[in-house]
């Protein structure tokens, strides 16, 4: 590996106890065992989706990891699932190495409670002020998501947030997620800060992942503009904006928003069951999409980086060629200016 590479690599590579600084990013129905151990076994980190599974289905899932892999791993927890506590003790049963956690901020006790039992803790930060109350936490390290990435997302683009928050927060490994796809923009975010990188919308299509012929197909044919933010219809409704390529289950979503909505306003339901309601909403939107294969009705969940997916390759060539292209970058700076 390209020296300069290697010196870039190594905060985020040691963070996380492997070769390449790439995380998996965790998508629900995809992000399983036999994808998570694919990236970690060529050399990246792989990070199980536990998403809305129970406490035994995620110690089957870790189980079934740990038997395609040696290597390290993560799972990422989804802070609004009802029983989020119960799949903390799960991590810490199965002694994973690093706990991502999702669709909210963690407690302080959530983050201790695990550096306790040795396991590392992420999350995603917006604001600096955010940043700065997880490192605070004791959180070991950041994730900055761009609006371009797929599924659930903030409402700030990577470059922003990179610009805002990565100069400021040197305590932690910070790594950026939203819109990568080739190796040169990961090297610019590395060459600024940057320990590593979160990837999910590129790995769809390798022939690891399960996803639906249908599904990956899809992917493939994708540009850009093709993947839009869900619209959110009340204010008062604390709906996450999802990004996914348009299809009949975008106009679907904004009928559920309506249904759950009125439950709302009728006191039918709470806040919080109302946005639980959302999010099986999508988790069984996505299933049928992913693995049914149902691409007209199913949530097609992708970040504006699909139009960079071209074929389906293994989990090791599209990793080995993100690093083949930070390095041929490196090479060419190197020649312009030498």
């Excluded at 302080?108 to 605070?136: G, Y």
């Excluded at 619209?231 to 559920?256: G, H, T, W, Y």
Aim: charged share 25%; net charge positive.
């Amino acid at each position: 590996m390209n020296k300069k590479l290697k010196q870039l690599f190594l905060r985020g590579s040691n963070f996380l106890g492997v070769e390449f600084p790439i995380m998996g990013g965790a998508m629900t129905w995809i992000s399983e065992s036999n994808l998570v151990s694919a990236i970690s076994n060529a050399g990246g980190f792989g990070v199980i989706a536990a998403g809305s599974m129970n406490k035994d289905q995620l110690e089957k899932e870790i189980t079934a990891t740990k038997s395609k892999t040696r290597k390290p791993f993560g799972v990422n927890l989804i802070l609004l699932h009802p029983e989020v506590e119960d799949l903390i003790e799960a991590c810490i049963d199965k002694k994973v190495e690093l706990v991502v956690f999702a669709g909210g901020f963690p407690k302080q006790r959530h983050i201790q409670k695990l550096k306790k039992k040795n396991i590392k803790t992420m999350c995603f930060a917006t604001t600096v002020s955010i940043a700065q109350k997880m490192i605070n936490y004791g959180v070991d390290a950041l994730i900055l998501e761009g609006n371009e990435a797929g599924g659930h997302i903030g409402p700030v683009s990577i470059n922003v947030l990179v610009q805002e928050i990565l100069p400021k927060i040197i305590e932690v490994p910070v790594f950026v997620a939203g819109g990568i796809g080739r190796g040169e923009i990961f090297l610019k975010y590395l060459e600024l800060g940057a320990a590593g990188c979160q990837i999910g919308t590129r790995l769809v299509c390798s022939d690891e992942s399960l996803a639906h012929k249908n599904f990956k197909e899809i992917f493939i044919k994708s540009e850009a503009r093709n993947c839009q933010i869900s619209v959110r219809l009340d204010k008062r409704f604390p709906v996450i904006p999802v990004r996914a390529i348009e299809n009949k289950a975008s106009e679907k979503f904004i009928q559920e928003q309506k249904r759950v909505i009125n439950l709302l306003d009728k006191s039918n339901i709470s806040l919080k069951e109302a946005q639980l309601k959302i999010e099986h909403f999508w988790a069984g939107s996505l299933k049928k999409a992913v693995i049914d294969g149902d691409i007209d009705n199913g949530s097609l969940m992708a970040g504006q980086s699909v139009s960079l997916v071209k074929k389906i390759q293994s989990v090791n060539e599209i990793i080995s060629e993100i690093v083949k292209q930070a390095e041929k970058q490196i090479s060419h700076e190197q020649r312009v200016s030498g």
